[in-house]
Every structure is written in C-alpha cells, then in structure tokens.
C-alpha cells in the first residue's frame, strides 16, 4: 500500500475551489506518513506542500441515500470514502478507510454505511453524523470482498467474498460473519432486493448468476447467462427481475473482420428473471458496428422500470434505454452480434452520452431521471439528465494537478479507442490488471484457427501482476521485450494503431503497479501451515522437480521448456513456465485453459510424473501437500 499524507477535503458549492483541512478524525492519519501538514493560509489555492501528495480518487463504486441527499463513494486508488451533497454538487467530507475500497451501501436513515476492502479483506462499518464520516469498526469477511449490500435498518451486510467464492452474511451490529454461502467463480457484483427478501450475485468468472433467499439463507438457484466478466447488478423495484451488465466472449481469432462482426467479444444487459420462469435471461446486445460499446460495467433501472442505463468504462460512456412508449428488444436466452437494428433509428429509446474517463457504478435518483455515475480516470462524480441524455455537472473528488506516468498508462490500459473500431480494451481481457479466466486466439503465437472452437490456438488470459519481472513474455515466451510485446498486442491482439513510444513507456509505468494481494492461505504470521510445508519439500523432490522451472524469486526461470503440451504445429516450440506467484487465483490452468483446477493440471496433463518422465505417482496425500504449498505461494 503506498504511503502518504492524508487530508480531508472541503469543496465550495462551484466544485471549483477547495480547502484543505487536517483529517484530524482520520485514525489511519498517522499511520500514513507521520502528521498531517498544515492548511494552506490562502484557503482556497493549496499549499505546495500538500499537493505533492494529493492521491487520484478512482472511484469504482457508490452508494445513494433514499431520499436523494447524500451520496458515498468508495475511492479505490485512495483507500478512502468520500460524502458527498449530490444536490450542491459538493464534497462534504472524506475520511481513510483501508486497502482499495470496492463497495458501498447505505442504510435507508442515511445514518450508516459501509464499505469493503478489496486488498484489505475487511468489511468497514461508518457512522454518518453532522455531514461527518467516522469508521466505526471492521470485520474481517475473507480474501478479496468487493460488491456489497445493506438492509434498510443496516443491521445486517452481505458481502460478495472473490477469491473464497462465498458470499457472506454480517451482523454489522455484533460486528462478526453469521454465515457465508458458496456462490459461483468470483462472486463480485451483488444486489439486495428493496423488502429484502433476495439477493442477486453476479460471478465474474463462471458465466452464472446465483440467487439467494436472503431470509432463509440459502441459494434458491443458480443460472446460467451465457455470459462473462459480470459487473454491476440491480434489482428492479418489484423485486422480480434482476439485470447485469457483462461481456460475452464469442471465441474467434481476432481478425478486424471477426472483430467488427461481433464474432470475438461483445458487450449485453442481460435480463434474469429472479422468481424461476421462463426464460430464465434475456439479454440487449450493445455494440453498434462501427462503433462498438466496450467494458460494460454499471447498470441501473428506473423505480417505473421504464428506464435501464449501462455505463462502459472502455468507450467512455453510459448507454440509457428507454420502454415507456415500445418494449425493448430483448433476445431470449441468447445474444445478437450487434444492438438490434430498431434502436438504431430510435433516438427516444436508445441514447449514447459520451462521459469520458472510465464510467463504473451507477445510481438513479427516486424521480427516474436523475443518474449518478462514479467515473474512475475522472476522479468525479457525474449527474447525466436520463430525459435529455447530457451530462449536466461533474462534482470533482480531488486528485493530482498532473497525471504521473503510470496512471497515463493507466488511462491507456482502460481505453478501448485503441482497438479496432473500439471493441474491447487491455482491461477487457486482463481484468483490474488481473485474468478474467478466459482463453482467446489473439495470434500471437503464429497461427491462426479456422474454427471457432478449436483450442489449439487460443490461449488463456494471463494475469499481468508482477509481470514486469517476468520475461520473457507469451505463453511460448518469443517475445523477450515487453515494450515490443505492448506494440505487439495493440496492433495484433487489438488491431488498433501502432502506439506511441511515449504511450508504450507510460502503459509498462502502470503495469509496474500491478502488484498481488495478501495471500490468504498463508498462516496469521505469514507463515506456512504443517500441510503446505509438506508440500515445500516435495516441491524441491526430485520426485515433482517442480522448481526445475518454477525458481527464483518470480517462481519462474525464464527459459522455454519441453512439457508435452505442443502440438505439432507449433510454430514456436516449448512453453516458457508463468510465475506460480498467487496460483490459487489463476485458474483455469495451463496454456489453454484445459485444466479447470490445480488437481486437476497435477493429476492430468501435468502431472508431475509425465513433465520428470519417472512414471512415479503422488499419493493422495502428497497431492493435497502440493496443492497447500502451492496455493500459500
């Protein structure tokens, strides 16, 4: 986590000036970098001092009051939570909560919030009083917690939990877990019901949505959508139908034919119906040939349900359909391409409002017109009129006079601009900088398939954490530069334009960010339990040779290896071995993605006896040693 001065911030209703105070409620204050520095004796213009250490916001999600008062953000970059007068356009105070916020909500009184801490792994609970955050406590909830939701009376949290694939029930009172249901992979978007009867999770990486009986606690259903990197979920106001906001991958090589058809990636809505009928989705394809929508990632729909808006962080935008005149033109249980044809020439039901920035979260105020968006890059809150579909006031967070290199990579990473007619960005792929689990024919690696689901040349989505120390780079490992590998992907992968030497120097600035988060099966003092010990040794054995080519301190050696998974075709031959670093979360495994489990590759096509050639089996025990060693990695 980076170090640094925290304040608190004040902005005047222009949301052009700002004071800066000290953040003397703040109890992380100290603990960031020693005593906050003294206001400016200009209240309006910052000292030098302090601006130095002005943090960007980012913030990634929000939170509305029921009566439209007052707003919450979570500010990923940060690690705060801003209040924020939504109406007066202001911010009221921010307060230091912890390690990448990802989630808010709010109780109906407005008197209670809370919010999770992705890299922090704790729920945090804040009291609102006289326009003031304090954080009254945390509970720690389990690896990776993102989406979040909050009862009325905010006596009770339900947190979607990633990495441990659970969703989990607080008591925020008693501050402790009273239950946790598994969910599918990566549960991350999530969704309360308004009489609190259901929740709707949105699982990121297993094409699933579960529905959960929120009363009864346990899972009603699971569904499949058909679906991939689910985002933002809402529930409608009668609490029957539910809608997120997803990528579709489609599975073929990435050509500008094949790209502009919608034949490799497409972004929808997709409708669920949360009471069991049938058909259990539908869905609204987004993309315009041409011009296509990228990263869909926050949805909303009006108290009439006349009205559904879509933010796409990639294409800068939010999307606002509209049914009070003609029902929209849902496909049942399967996709379009493209958007469907009638909306094109149908200025009242489907409009595009160009933001800029990374739009993410958003919220409809109780009149159905009034949208808020917590748009990321722009370090703001944004207010869209849904009726005239126009952008009426950007309420600033705060953030850096400057953009530093890494975060002009950063913008770089989200901006799908970049790719051919704009249909998918760096972050579509490599989600948060991560993988999101999925295999695509990107040719890179010197062929291309003809049919759509041969494997052979699809490869799996890396993650990019760490992966400016991991050369060489692509799963065969020809390409020993990863500023000609950046080129590579922006011309080939996204057949875009050739990036500037500038762009490709700022976008390995951001990737030399990406870092992994604390790894939860590791003992409470870091440490490795009896299991994976076990494991450690049998790693080095001779018996697994494992650390033959996973050494060093990347757990990788660099070199390509003979591994029998070529294919006689190859044009490259071996395969150059990825860090193990964070291996619990990089499933599936393998090159193509065919081993859906570390058991999995270990009994199967990588076993430990096919990669040394003695033909020695590990016994059950020794595998699951393995698998503990390798997972505390």
């Not at 959960?212 to 259903?221: L, Y």
């Not at 159905?368 to 600033?396: C, E, F, H, M």
């Not at 990107?442 to 398939?449: I, P, Y």
Request: charged content about 25%; glycine content about 10%.
């Amino acid at each position: 986590m980076i170090r640094r001065r925290f304040r608190a911030r004040v902005v005047n209703g222009l949301g052009a000036m700002v004071v800066l105070i000290l953040a003397a409620v703040v109890p992380w204050a100290l603990v960031r970098g020693g005593d906050a520095p003294r206001p400016s004796p200009n209240p309006a213009v910052p000292s030098p001092s302090t601006s130095r250490d002005e943090p960007h916001r980012s913030p990634i999600a929000l939170a509305l009051s029921a009566d439209g008062t007052r707003l919450l953000t979570a500010n990923q970059t940060a690690g705060s939570v801003s209040l924020v007068d939504p109406k007066a356009g202001r911010v009221l105070h921010e307060l230091l909560t912890g390690e990448k916020p990802a989630g808010v909500a709010l109780s109906r009184d407005g008197r209670r919030g809370v919010v999770t801490h992705w890299y922090g792994y704790d729920l945090g609970v804040l009291e609102l009083k006289d326009d003031r955050l304090s954080l009254a406590g945390r509970i720690e909830v389990g690896p990776e917690p993102r989406g979040v939701a909050l009862t009325a009376d905010g006596a009770t949290a339900f947190v979607a939990v990633g990495a441990s694939n659970e969703v989990v029930r607080v008591d925020v009172n008693a501050r402790k877990v009273t239950g946790r249901l598994a969910a599918g992979r990566e549960p991350r978007g999530l969704a309360l019901a308004p009489d609190g009867s259901r929740l709707l999770v949105g699982n990121a990486r297993s094409q699933t949505v579960t529905v959960i009986d929120a009363r009864a606690w346990r899972v009603e259903r699971t569904i499949p959508i058909d679906g991939d990197n689910l985002r933002q979920v809402a529930i409608a106001p009668d609490g029957k139908t539910g809608y997120v906001a997803n990528m579709k991958n489609r599975g073929f090589p990435t050509t500008r034919n094949n790209i502009d058809l919608g034949w490799v990636l497409g972004q929808r809505l997709t409708r669920v119906d949360l009471g069991g009928g049938s058909p259990s989705f539908a869905t609204l394809s987004l993309d315009v040939r041409g011009k296509a929508a990228a990263d869909a990632h926050g949805v909303a729909v009006s108290p009439d349900q006349k009205l559904l808006a879509v933010s796409c962080g990639g294409t800068h935008e939010v999307m606002i359909f509209r049914a009070d005149r003609q029902r929209l033109p849902w496909r049942a249980e399967s996709s379009r391409d493209l958007i469907s044809p009638e909306l094109l020439n149908d200025d009242h039901r489907f409009r595009r409002v160009l933001l800029g920035g990374r739009p993410t979260e958003l919220a409809l105020a109780a009149d159905g017109k009034t949208l808020y968006v917590a748009n990321y890059l722009a370090d703001a809150i944004q207010v869209v009129d849904a009726d005239s579909a126009r952008l009426v006031r950007t309420i600033p967070l705060g953030g850096p006079r400057t953009l530093s290199l890494a975060r002009r990579g950063e913008v770089l990473f989200h901006d799908a601009a970049r790719s051919f007619n704009q249909w998918y960005s760096c972050h579509t792929c490599h989600s948060d900088g991560h993988t999101n689990g999925l295999d695509f024919d990107t040719l890179n690696d010197g062929r291309q398939d003809l049919s759509t689901f041969h494997q052979r040349s699809r490869k799996k989505v890396p993650t990019l954490r760490r992966v400016t120390r991991t050369g060489p780079w692509t799963w065969h490992g020809w390409q020993t530069s990863l500023e000609d590998a950046m080129v590579e992907s922006f011309t080939k992968s996204m057949q875009g334009p050739k990036p500037a030497a500038e762009d490709v120097k700022a976008l390995v600035a951001y990737l030399a960010t990406l870092d992994y988060p604390k790894n939860p099966f590791r003992q409470p003092d870091g440490g490795l339990s009896p299991s994976a010990q076990r494991g450690r040794d049998l790693f080095r054995s001779a018996k697994t040779a494992c650390n033959t080519c996973h050494r060093g301190p990347e757990l990788t050696d660099g070199k390509i290896h003979i591994v029998g998974l070529e294919e006689p075709d190859d044009a490259y031959r071996g395969y150059n071995p990825p860090s193990l670093r964070g291996v619990y979360d990089k499933d599936p495994y393998l090159h193509d993605g065919r081993s859906r489990t570390l058991r999995d590759a270990l009994k199967g096509p990588h076993s430990p006896e096919s990669v040394t050639g003695l033909g020695e089996e590990l016994t059950d025990s020794e595998l699951e040693d393995l698998i503990a060693y390798l997972r505390s990695l």
